[in-house]
Structure formats: structure tokens, C-alpha cells
């Protein structure tokens, strides 16, 4: 299982790419329904360590499952 970036929640902070200890978060093109740059992780990649949940401050930005439904990828 992997962690999901609600694409249309996220706002492009970035505080969650750097202590990625794996490097799965990635930037997505353009921006989300709120105007704001947006992120996304790479279920293949992600360890479910919960380190960017821990540190996002965008309430509910990232979920703890893996939902393909709720993130874009490019
Ligand atoms: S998921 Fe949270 S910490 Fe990561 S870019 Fe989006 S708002 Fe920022
Ligand atoms: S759960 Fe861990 S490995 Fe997965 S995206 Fe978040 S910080 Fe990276």
C-alpha cells in the first residue's frame, strides 16, 4: 500500500518531498482546482513510512491509502 496526495486538497507547500526518505514525491504540471501547485506520489515507489502525512500542514492533503481516485499523475 502507498500513501495518496488528494490532488484538489494539496496547496504545493512542499514540505513533504524533502523528508521523503524513498524521494516518490513529485511535482505535478500545472495547477489544482485551488490554484495552487500540486504534488504527487509514486505508489510504486512509496514505503508507507508516514513521514509526509507527519509533516503536511494542509489538513487531509495526504491519506494513508493508497487511492488513485483522488490523485493525478502526469
Ligand atoms: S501534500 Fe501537503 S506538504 Fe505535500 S505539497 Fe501538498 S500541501 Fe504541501
Ligand atoms: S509515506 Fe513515506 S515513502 Fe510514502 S510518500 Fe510519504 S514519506 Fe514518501
Known amino acids: 500500500m502507498a500513501h495518496t496526495i488528494v490532488t484538489e486538497t494539496c496547496e504545493g507547500v512542499a514540505d513533504c518531498v524533502a523528508p521523503c526518505p524513498v524521494a516518490c514525491i513529485h511535482p505535478g504540471p ?3 482546482v485551488k490554484g495552487t501547485d500540486w504534488y504527487w506520489i509514486d505508489f510504486e515507489v512509496c ?3 508516514g513521514i509526509c502525512l507527519q509533516v503536511c500542514p494542509v489538513e487531509g492533503a495526504i491519506l494513508p491509502e ?4 483522488l490523485q493525478k499523475t502526469p
Open 47 to 49: 514505503i508507507d513510512c
Open 30 to 32: 500545472g495547477k489544482n
Open 66 to 69: 493508497e487511492l488513485p481516485s
